[in-house]
């Protein structure tokens, strides 16, 4: 019986699950029940087969590696080695590897069994051994206090035994961004490290010459601010000469740039020549981040992050959608929507605009509908069962507009745009709307569409002419 129960016990395969990161035997269930729990299947099963490639290319690929390669990227042999050790350490295979002996004389380390890290520092620099532990909590803190939230994320990846390292094991990472990681790395430290715990400081031939954490108190970063010329720099005590500071100076800078930048199109993702109007809007002659550099950290918005997006309401308040035209297809068709630009997965494409209403109202309305079609757009909120009239033609808020929202017509197979609810606060008030999402990258001249949500027997019976509820 027992052999009978094993042979019917499923071999799963863990998943790690990309919107947490963390290990899953069964990931549709934790999606369902933790992560994606507002999302709907076709969201969640999208997640899934994302989940599931990304686990494929890291096993495929993203294992595989090669010293000669890594040396390329990483010429100093320490530090080269270090990184090919954390790939090891991670399970991965490195192809070249230099000889053990190679090995110990780059890294400056004794190759005999039984030396820690700890003991050797030690040993070599003559302080109290402290726990694998403490210096990472040391080193997050200087982290946390020094770099902006993208640096943070690469640190903590590029960290080994660290809770995001394992939340990310089977996100792949570029050579390019172990290479800045590390440059990242080497500014840390820079940091002065902290005594406040009363422990031994590494004597002073360790100790870093130029400190980038005293450089950035003695020369804030700021978003319009220039980098301290040669005079000052040598005033401060820093070597005139040394541009090393000046250029992690500017990195900084130029990450925040991109960082304000991208909070001006949190609901949409910028154009080229939007981006270019913005950056010339803050007159930076120098040091400017590049559009395909912003375009790479832009991000969809989250629901709880459209509640006060100004520009968002804005866009509801005036009916204003940039990228959209009504087009008349004639026939039995009639109107519908053109995008006359790009949108991206994930990106606000226009709303769903008319008075909102109780759904008994709507479900009136609808009754005394002689038509096939009605202009009503059914939704519960928690216990909250409502309805937006567009119906009612023009609305008193626009009376001058042919909402795109309304023109926007049925599909069943192919939908591009999906309708999500959210509770935006326009001057302290709470407006229920019904925002469109994309749901793919939407290519300009592609007409929008949706999923009504209804078949033939819920929207009236088969006996009606509804030819268009089966497209």
Known sequence: MADQNEKRTPQ?????????????ENLPVHLARVCMKQSDPEERAAAVKEAKKSFKDWAKAGRMWDYKELSEVIPDKASCYRMMRELLQRGCFVANQPHEHDMAASAGESTSAGTSAGTSVGTRYKVDRSTSQEVRRAAETHVAKN????????????MAHTTQVAKAHY??????QIAETAELMMVLNDLSPDDSNGRGN?????LPKRQFSTFLENFPVTLDGSAPPAKKRK?????AEDRSLTDKWHKVQRDHRAEYLLSKFRHRQPTQRQF?????????????????????????????????NKKLIRSVMTQRWKGLSIKDFGGDKGKGVIANRRFVKGEIVCDYHGNVIQASEGRAMLGAHEDGMCYLFFFKDGERDLCIDAQTFPCSCHKDLDTVGRRINHSSKKPNLKPVHVLLNADGVNLDVILFKALIDIETGTELKFHYGVNRKSHRGEGLDLDWLDE
């Open 171 to 176: 996100q792949m990472m570029l050579l390019e």
């Open 147 to 158: 770099f902006t939230p993208a640096q943070k994320e690469k640190v903590a990846r590029y």
């Open 12 to 24: 799963r395969n863990i998943v790690h699950c990309l919107k947490c990161f963390k290990p899953q």
């Open 276 to 308: 270019d109007r913005c950056v010339e809007g803050m007159k930076w002659e120098t040091n400017k981040p590049k559009y395909p550099t912003v375009l790479k950290l832009w991000t969809p918005p989250r629901k709880e992050d459209m509640a006060s």
């Open 235 to 239: 005033e401060a005590g820093f070597p």
């Open 202 to 206: 590494l004597p002073e031939k360790v």
